[in-house]
């Protein structure tokens, strides 16, 4: 809502407040999100990523989660 910063919070409109600061937050966050995207999706194109899931995804981005001593040996 444009010029919300005129209008105080009460009791009455507490819950209209938290969800409207809430979606500007959001709305931040998305802008960010579609930055790291483009980057992400420059480095490896959109199509090849939506056939990993979440656990392949991490493992190609971090490493396996775990240190085998046997190896390191």
Request: charged residues 20%.
């Amino acid at each position: 809502m444009s010029g919300g910063f005129n209008i105080p919070v009460t009791k009455s409109n507490l819950e209209n407040y938290i969800k409207m600061a809430s979606m500007r937050i959001l709305q931040k966050a998305s802008v960010q999100m579609e930055h790291f995207l483009s980057g992400v999706y420059f480095v490896s194109p959109k199509f090849s990523l939506q056939m990993l899931n979440w656990r392949s995804a991490e493992v190609r981005a971090m490493g396996e989660p775990f240190i085998d001593m046997g190896v390191l040996k």
